[in-house]
């Protein structure tokens, strides 16, 4: 019997991305009085796909008020006090990001009331440094987390850096970012690698060596041109896939004519498509940030080499088991690894095998879920509720 939470609990987004559907639903399903969603469009540089609507989970939609580009931006969700009035959800938890504006509004709202807060993040996003305890920024953050009754870290990383930040150990609750593995399920059936839709996928793109495969948006962040760089190193002995969009595909596109012209840019694919993509695939590479590409990669069944992504790839990656992790930015160390993998291919299908098995068994949203219903019960506590 799955545990169920009482009473309302209200989640903040800035946005709510499609591949977020399935766990908010079933976190709906968990919740005996409702959960309800507010979340806004993104930006338009940002090429997200957002949920137009969720199946179970109770949806508003914010008006969102960028300030500044980057990720020096600053957002302001229009409706946030309707919404908290008229909601008026007994926990609420928001996104543990001080850029977001408004959530200094809902953290007084619920305060107000005696009711409890938890931040939702992936922490700093940037390595420990001797100064930073010193830095303004650095200081200002720390505050902002300790507003909170309880904080769920997306990571065993994040949820250090929030142990770094002040934040009191008993009130860190891991949740690993997850999504749904249905779709990669339903695909590895369908879409073998090795099947004759496959082969006939590969064809049509000119594939005939091994494929590596990346996944993502394509921004500088990604180190993408690590990627072309490092297959050109490995000679005749693969074919690259690039599926994504962004604002550096044009720069990626000439990059790749010049160094390594056996790379295929995809565009954004989903659903199936995505799925003969990886089924089509032997090894998911990923050199700079990121987080969820690489568990989907791993729903498919695939090794997973990784640089330094968003702090959920610790949680992921193990090193001989199902992948490696590489030192970020260094281009020899990344093309040896994916040599290892692409001249081994029995060691290809044992390594994701075992990335399958994490998914299924060590992190999933099932787990994710659970977390969250436990943090919330811990911050009832904390706020004298029942």
């Keep these: 019997m799955k545990e169920i939470v009482p009473g309302k609990i209200g989640i903040q987004q800035r946005v709510l991305p499609r591949y977020r559907k399935p766990f908010f639903d079933l976190l709906a399903e968990r919740c005996s009085g409702d959960l309800g969603i507010f979340a806004g469009e993104p930006r338009s540089e940002e090429n997200i796909v957002i949920a137009e609507e969720l199946d179970v989970a109770n949806y508003v939609h914010a008006c969102n008020v960028h300030i500044s580009r980057g990720r020096t931006y600053f957002c302001w969700q229009r409706g946030m006090r309707r919404w908290l009035n008229e909601y008026d959800p007994d926990a609420l938890i928001v996104a543990a990001d001080p850029r977001i504006l408004t959530n200094y509004l809902a953290i007084r709202h619920m305060r107000a009331r005696h009711r409890p807060v938890i931040g939702w993040g992936l922490g700093t996003l940037s390595p420990a440094r001797k100064s930073d305890k010193l830095s303004m920024v650095s200081r200002l953050r720390s505050r902002f987390y300790q507003k909170f009754d309880a904080v769920i870290a997306y990571s065993s990383k994040a949820a250090e850096d929030y142990r770094r930040a002040g934040v009191l150990d008993e009130r860190i609750f891991v949740a690993h970012n997850s999504v749904s593995t249905e779709s990669a399920d339903a695909a590895l059936k369908r879409f073998p690698a090795g099947g004759l839709k496959v082969q006939e996928w590969r064809a049509s793109r000119g594939l005939s060596r091994p494929t590596v495969i990346c996944v ?22 693969c074919d690259l896939v690039i599926v994504g969009e962004g604002p550096e595909r044009s720069a990626l596109e000439q990059l790749a004519a010049k160094r390594f012209p056996r790379t295929r840019f995809l565009g954004h694919l989903e659903g199936d498509s995505l799925s003969i993509a990886f089924g089509a695939s032997d090894v998911f590479v990923l050199p700079g940030t990121g987080g969820l590409a690489i568990y989907e ?56 095998q075992e990335s399958r098995r994490i998914v299924e068994q060590e992190v999933s949203i099932d787990r994710m879920s659970t977390a969250f219903l436990q943090a919330v019960q811990f911050a009832e506590t904390v706020t004298g509720k029942k």
């Design 216 to 237: 993502g948006r394509l921004i500088p962040g990604k180190r993408l041109d690590l990627l072309i760089e490092a297959c050109r190193e490995n000679g005749d002995d």
């Design 297 to 352: 990669a791993m729903a498919h069944g695939k090794p997973v080499i990784v640089g330094q992504g968003d702090g959920t790839e610790s949680d992921l990656v193990y090193d001989g088991r199902n992948g490696c992790r590489v030192t970020p930015g260094d281009v020899g160390e990344l093309t040896s690894a994916i040599q290892s993998y692409l001249r081994q291919p029995e060691l290809v299908i044992k390594a994701g």
